[in-house]
């Protein structure tokens, strides 16, 4: 099994030819432009079927993307709700300080002054940045801005985040 990171979710069928509609999850949809090798998967990457990519373009915030052997409507509305991955190996390098959101799934969040807080379960793109989901234990769940201030240290060998919360922002979820 191959490790694969999610570049985006099918959300329908465009036109009549089997091209698929993709929202990406990926801070550069171009990236789309140049893929040539995908697996569709669902959404914790089970059941990956390897495909290629015949063509795909941008359309106002969403990817057109024609896949090999796809080439009418029904099939490509079938798709719906799965996700287009790439291999680790096929992915674009990230440059110092950025991460793969597949990579920060699942990691443990430490604050300084309250301990452990709990795991990342989503990381949400919000208009200037994004925001990590914190899954805790019999509570509400957290909302962090993942930004340098307040993230200060990820290691992804570690699967670790220690942060340092600003002032009241711990205190809106208890």
Do not use: W
């Amino acid at each position: 099994m191959e490790d694969l990171i999610v570049t985006g979710k099918i959300i329908g069928a465009h036109g009549v030819r089997g091209e698929i509609k993709v929202f990406p999850l990926t801070d550069d949809a171009r990236r789309f432009l140049s893929m040539k090798r995908c697996f569709l998967t669902g959404p914790k990457l089970e059941d990956p079927k390897e495909t290629c990519v015949v063509s795909a373009r941008l359309d106002k915030g969403i990817v057109l993307v024609m896949l090999e052997g796809l080439n009418d409507r029904d099939k490509a509305q079938a798709l719906h709700g799965r996700y287009i991955s790439v291999s680790r190996s096929d992915a674009v390098p990230l440059p110092k300080g950025r991460y793969y959101t597949a990579d920060l799934i699942g990691m443990t969040v430490t604050d300084d002054e309250r301990g452990e807080l709990g795991q990342v379960s989503d990381c949400i793109e919000a208009g200037s940045g994004h925001i990590l989901s914190i899954k805790r234990k019999g509570k509400k769940d957290l909302l962090i801005p993942f930004v340098k201030e307040y993230c200060y240290d990820v290691s992804v060998e570690k699967a670790s985040i220690h942060c340092r919360l600003p002032d009241g922002l711990y205190e809106l979820y208890e």
